[in-house]
């Protein structure tokens, strides 16, 4: 009998569900670094296992990795699924417990499933490196910022009333000396212009058949320049695909067919099928196929699509 534990760890590890079917689906829930006020700590982000008994459709997950690895065909790799299952749900039956490897330990409880996660999993331990951090407040002490104001007003020099007189004099000196350099340039009509031919033509022309450049020209040159600059086409086109995105928010429950950890990995996965949608939920993005107000109603949709979309579970927002 094949190590279904194995395959499930393996899969939390880039999956934050897998479905066993008949027995529940294994949650990885991931809390971001947070700052807590009551211990004055930054504390490190988490990643902790769940399971939940409810969600019991089969996404296909579970199975892929079965064939994949034993090199088998997905119907005999269910047919293996559905061997260990039943193997999980007599243990729990006759001896109440279950050890399922460094996934933890599942016990039966009133005739429900409760799941202890181990501590040292695989898949808890992507932050295990990470310890608090205290962060010590700034006290502000009102008698040394005084002291600094006093220290500060000492320190004012007066300036003597003839020494204010001389600076006011070269500052008046050197604003006249600025205003007779600009009127100098100003007047002068006959500014130099580099050349547009940028050593394009035959260097050879004679300086006596070049016609001059008149202000008038140049100032034309320069308008065309200018008006001529125009936005690319290719930006204005992708600025307008950009702000095209819808705006409806799918149902409470969302068919998956995929999960990814970036967006762009996610848009192609979708390629040109126009029914997939991508959604944002926390780190991952989910592609989905349909959406639906209600459980039943989205096990309905499940089934209606498992054809198309063999690998399809369903999610909660």
Request: charged share 20%.
């Amino acid at each position: 009998m094949i190590d279904l534990t194995a395959h499930i760890e393996y899969l939390l590890m880039n999956h934050d569900c897998v479905v066993a079917p008949g027995l529940g689906a294994f949650l990885a829930h991931e809390t971001p670094a947070r700052y807590d006020s009551e211990s004055g700590q930054f504390m490190p982000p988490t990643r902790s296992l769940g399971f939940n008994q409810a969600l019991t459709i089969n996404d296909g997950l579970l199975a892929e990795s079965v064939a994949r690895r034993c090199g088998i065909s997905l119907d005999s790799a269910r047919a293996e699924i559905d061997t260990a299952i039943s193997s999980f749900r007599n243990q729990l039956e006759e001896v109440k417990t279950l050890p399922l490897g460094n996934l933890g330990e599942m016990s039966i409880s009133e005739g429900s499933l409760v799941f202890e996660p181990s501590a040292s999993s695989a898949v808890s331990f992507r932050y295990g490196g990470f310890s608090p951090i205290a962060i010590t407040p700034i006290i502000e002490d009102a008698s040394l910022e005084r002291t600094s104001e006093d220290i500060h007003e000492s320190k004012i020099i007066s300036i003597p009333t003839p020494l204010k007189v001389a600076a006011s004099m070269i500052i008046l000196i050197v604003v006249c000396g600025l205003f007779l350099t600009t009127g100098n340039l100003l007047g002068n009509r006959h500014t130099n212009f580099a050349s547009l031919d940028s050593g394009l033509r035959n260097s050879n022309i004679e300086a006596s058949n070049i016609a001059p450049i008149n202000n008038e020209e140049t100032i034309q040159i320069s308008r065309e320049i200018e008006l001529n600059i125009s936005v690319p086409k290719e930006d204005i086109c992708s600025t307008a695909h950009v702000t095209a995105q819808p705006s409806d928010l799918p149902g409470r429950y969302i068919l998956v067919v995929g999960s990814f950890p970036s967006k762009k990995l996610a848009i192609k996965h979708i390629g040109d099928d126009s029914t997939l949608s991508i959604i944002e939920m926390g780190d991952k993005f989910r592609v989905y196929a349909a959406s639906a107000s209600s459980m039943d109603e989205a096990s309905v949709h499940a089934n209606t699509l498992r054809d198309k979309y063999p690998t399809v579970w369903i999610c909660r927002r």
